[in-house]
């Protein structure tokens, strides 16, 4: 072997002895960082020809399980996803309360029923009246906090999905930018480990945010796609872009994440005509989607529907009896109901007037099965029996009975073993003539009409639905315009043939409920109405508003629930008394200190009632008492789930780290082993490269 050829041997052995001291330095350094991944030197002979001539670095690598680490992101994702749907769900929890506290929605309940049994003992008390109002009114007021502070939620979870897409912006950028400095230092020299570290640190951040699907496409270079096979970051770098509402209310629509690609030149943004929203499967953004879209909708709309089912039961008992003295006149509300329209009423209501002392005036006792078939001629009916002493009218949809006596009262009520009914409701119920709470909505919407009867709104008039999906993707929408003289029948038909039945199928129950249900495979899907300007004859009654579409409907009858502002302004208006329809004119119909409407009020607390399925709760047939436990109980549920999930991603994140800590982590005994390693290599080479001088020397000496 030549002196020269003895240089160049030692010199690559210096050479490569330094940067491997380099490399163990580093691993040495970031022995206690986080998602730090070893590296180590691969050395390769260095040959020229068929003749060694030392040794070279073939590469500087990172010690990774490339099945680990996607493992790892994916889990990331899932504990990220959980541990924010547990900060939400905590939050709601904390709200609750106890059950065993008054102050919960359970205990307010409770006081309800407390208050109304007092009542029922003594319904002369004006001091109970008003303690039975203010404990109703307190039951409305803590179910509409609890409303309220899921929409506020649903709001701070839009407002995290801004910065979160941010956030995910940011790192593509980052990861965008490394890409192109890996491949060089990989084709020029082999050492990208220090570069590829930073942008595996950026990969992990991003996938705590959004699920990612890493795509190795060759000198270190990567795409980034979710698991869906939506590309992030391709030969173009995406954008997404959500501008989240200023405020959110039940009947807020949410924008979509879109996605815009970037002119890698000039930074424009080009619309892809893409979204994130069902492209998204863990991570902090599919959370906050599943918050704001899902979880917090069906705790909404089961707090709606416990409003709902109490307003309902206490309307209907409360429409069975009357106050004493009774009022003038009473005025239900808007139902959308026309004098042309069929009654669809079975069964006889009594039509009374009495005086203020409670004696009969005058009384008439409608069977419907007799009379005419349309509410025209129940009003004919009803006003022609009264001679002059009370009438009936049917004005923009709302129904109002007066005494023409201002000294008298009226009262609608119930034909014992023949009570009047249509879709469930008595004639004082449905028409909501003397209900004793109201809310922003009913959260009923049991119509009683059938689909042959004319569907009544007004022809030219246009509804805009639409199909939203998860993450409020736009699946479907459709304009229908109404055709005068066209049945309830004709309507389900144009909507299921349209393209909105792709999605869902229309129906119209046998209580006269329109009926939407998502077609396989579309589970998410709901009705949405963007624009309505129907009319149904002159009542002003929209078709969204008439059958209640979308869940805004429901969510809404927890908002401003409360006593009638009726009976609020005169504690008297309380029906505790009931109807005499044996009586004669002149005759006591009304006795004062009545208690039977009272009882039947107290006996509600132990009384099944039908309750609708919303959220995740099927449909009830329970106490009202046993429904509010059950969605407590759910609440409960949810986040005890979440929690439960967010422990098991926790624990399965542990052992993928230690597994890939067992394999990339740092060993600062290995590392010192290996440092004594090449510092003796390079010992050795000095020493070579000592001799080879010597070696010159003597030669040039004996010269």
């Known amino acids: 072997m030549s002196i020269n050829a003895i240089i160049s041997n030692s010199l690559t052995g210096l050479f490569t002895s330094q940067s491997a001291l380099r490399t163990i330095s580093d691993n040495v350094a970031n022995v206690n960082t986080e998602g730090y991944a070893r590296k180590v030197v691969r050395l390769d002979p260095n040959l020229t020809g068929a003749q060694g001539a030392g040794v070279k670095i073939s590469g500087i690598e990172r010690v990774v399980d490339k ?29 609750l309360g106890r059950p065993d506290v008054n102050s919960s929605l359970s205990g307010r309940i409770d006081d309800v029923f407390n208050a109304v ?57 980052r990861i965008d930018f490394l890409n192109p400095l890996i491949v060089r230092e990989t084709v020029s020299s082999g050492s990208a480990g220090a570069l590829i570290e930073q942008r595996s640190q950026a990969l992990s951040e991003l996938s705590d945010l959004v699920d990612i699907n890493i795509i190795d496409t060759g000198n270190n270079n990567i795409d980034i796609s979710t698991k869906s096979g939506l590309i992030l970051l391709g030969n173009t770098r995406r954008e997404l872009q959500y501008n989240a509402p200023g405020t959110v209310t039940s009947s807020t629509p949410f924008p979509t994440i879109k996605l815009f690609d970037v002119d890698p030149t000039t930074g424009n943004l080009s619309p892809t005509g893409l979204t994130l929203d069902d492209n998204v499967s863990s991570g902090e953004l599919f959370g906050l989607l599943n918050m704001r879209d899902n979880e917090l909708v069906g705790m909404s709309e089961e707090l709606g529907a416990l409003a709902a089912g109490v307003m309902n039961e206490f309307n209907r008992i409360h429409n069975e009896n009357v106050a004493s003295p009774p009022p003038n006149t009473l005025t239900g509300l808007n139902t959308g109901t026309l004098s042309t329209d069929p009654h669809n009423f079975t069964g006889q209501s009594t039509f009374a007037v009495t005086d203020n002392n409670g004696n009969l005036v005058n009384s008439v006792t409608i069977d419907f099965g007799v009379t005419g078939p349309n509410f025209s001629d129940v009003l004919t009916a009803v006003n022609t029996a009264l001679a002059g002493n009370g009438s009936l009218a049917l004005t923009n949809g709302a129904l109002s009975f007066t005494a023409t006596n201002a000294s008298h009262g009226v009262s609608i009520s119930q034909v014992a073993g023949s009570e009047s009914d249509r879709a469930g409701k008595g004639f004082s119920h449905y028409f909501g003539m003397n209900d004793l709470i109201d809310a922003r909505s009913s959260g009923r919407f049991e119509t009683g009409v059938v689909g042959t009867d004319a569907h009544g709104f007004n022809g030219g008039d246009t509804v805009h639905m639409e199909i939203k999906g998860l993450g409020g993707i736009n699946l479907a929408s459709y304009t229908m315009t109404m055709t005068g003289g066209q049945s309830f029948n004709d309507i389900i038909t144009d909507l299921n043939a349209s393209s909105l039945g792709s999605y869902t199928t229309f129906s119209l129950s046998a209580t006269g409920e329109l009926i939407s249900t998502p077609n396989t495979g579309f589970d998410y899907a709901r009705v949405h109405v963007k624009t309505d300007t129907t009319t149904r004859g002159t009542s002003g009654k929209t078709f969204s508003d008439y059958f209640g579409i979308g869940n805004r409907y429901l969510v809404d009858a927890a908002f401003d629930f ?35 409407g009272g009882i039947a009020l107290q006996e509600l607390e132990n009384e099944n009632v039908s309750l609708r399925k919303a959220g995740g709760l099927s449909a009830f047939n329970s106490t009202i008492g046993q429904y509010a436990a059950a969605v407590l109980a759910d609440f409960g549920f949810r986040a005890q789930l979440s929690e439960g999930f967010g422990e098991d991603s926790n624990i399965l994140l542990d052992e993928l780290n230690q597994r890939t800590q067992s394999i990339s982590g740092v060993n600062v005994d290995e590392e010192l082993s290996n440092m004594i390693v090449f510092q003796n290599a390079y010992s050795s080479s000095a020493r070579m490269l000592s001799v080879a001088q010597d070696l010159f020397d003597e030669i040039l000496g004996i010269v």
């Open 67 to 95: 099945f680990l680490v996607k493992s790892t992101y994916e889990t990331r994702g899932e504990a990220a996803r959980f541990e924010l749907e547990n900060t939400f769900h905590s939050r709601m929890q904390a709200l």
């Open 562 to 596: 409360g006593v009638t502002q009726r009976i609020s302004d005169n504690v008297n208006g309380l029906s505790l008394a009931k109807f005499d329809d044996t009586a004669l004119v002149g005759e006591t119909a009304i006795s004062f200190g009545d208690q039977r």
């Open 117 to 173: 049994s007092e009542l029922a003992l003594n319904p002369l008390s004006t001091i109970l009246k008003e303690s039975a109002v203010s404990r109703i009114d307190a039951f409305g007021d803590e179910i509409g906090m609890l409303a309220e502070s899921i929409q506020v939620m649903r709001l701070d979870a839009s407002s995290q999905l801004a910065e979160a897409t941010s956030k995910v912006n940011g790192l593509l950028k």
